[in-house]
């Protein structure tokens, strides 16, 4: 019982393209989203986070997208870098229990110089 | 995310042994979180504790796993008569405020249990 999907396991992008990393939920009680960033060896680092209050949050190259009617939200990166190259989880909770994430199972993107 | 440490990094353990994993959180913060991640898997949330509280166990197995935050020292996760399924990555994070609206969590680097 996956309630948060990231449907690909991989992305492989130029320098200095963009970089879309996709997400669904099925949980309508999800009501704030956040992407984290991992890098082998390490924890999971925040990145950003979007309330279902709003359809767009944006941090410097970072944007993530919201679409609540098709329970989807996206994370675009522009222009990508190398050092963005890591395994990126969306994560989605609600209900009050701001604490318990629903992570996905993670998208592996490389940015090739 | 330096700020959460965890020790031991990795944890070999034979079959029916006992794993205790540490977790200290970042300076200032009161609430941690543990999170296991099984391999081809994301994260899932096994347990929240304060100091000398459990505030929520709905993620921990109901036999062999449990774990304390003592008044004094680091959270301690514990498995007894660990098996092979045991195997994962369990990431510690903490927050100053308990995951209250729109709070981030701070995970520390993990300790990948490997039972032989």
């Known amino acids: 019982d996956q309630q948060v999907k990231q449907n690909s396991p991989s992305l492989s992008v130029q320098e200095g393209r963009i970089s879309i990393l996709n997400c669904d939920y099925t949980n309508s009680m999800f009501d704030y989203f956040l992407w984290y960033k991992k890098y082998p060896a390490e924890g999971p680092t925040f990145l950003i986070s979007i309330s279902s209050i709003k359809d767009k949050n944006e941090d410097g190259r970072f944007t993530v997208f919201l679409n609540k009617s098709a329970k989807h939200l996206s994370l675009h990166i522009v222009p990508s870098q190398p050092g963005d190259s890591a395994v990126y989880f969306c994560?989605?909770?609600?209900?009050?229990?701001?604490?318990?994430?629903?992570f996905g199972k993670g998208t592996l993107l490389t940015v090739n110089p | 995310n330096a700020g959460v440490m965890q020790n031991p990094r990795h944890l070999v353990r034979r079959r029916g042994q006992e794993a205790r994993l540490r977790c200290s959180p970042m300076?200032?913060?009161?609430?941690v979180y543990w999170y296991r991640q099984l391999p081809e898997e994301g994260l899932k949330f096994m347990v929240y504790?304060?100091?000398?509280?459990?505030?929520?166990e709905s993620g921990m197995p109901k036999e062999r796993f449990s774990a304390e935050f003592p008044k004094e020292g680091p959270s301690i996760l514990r498995i007894q008569q660990v098996v092979r399924g045991d195997s994962a990555a369990y990431f510690c994070?903490?927050?100053?405020f308990g995951g209250g609206d729109n709070e981030k969590l701070f995970f520390g680097s993990g300790t990948q249990l490997s039972v032989l």
């Open positions: 504790l304060q100091k000398e509280n459990i505030i929520d």
């Open positions: 994070a903490s927050s100053p």
């Open positions: 994560a989605a909770t609600g209900g009050g229990s701001n604490y318990k994430l629903t």
């Open positions: 300076k200032g913060h009161s609430h």
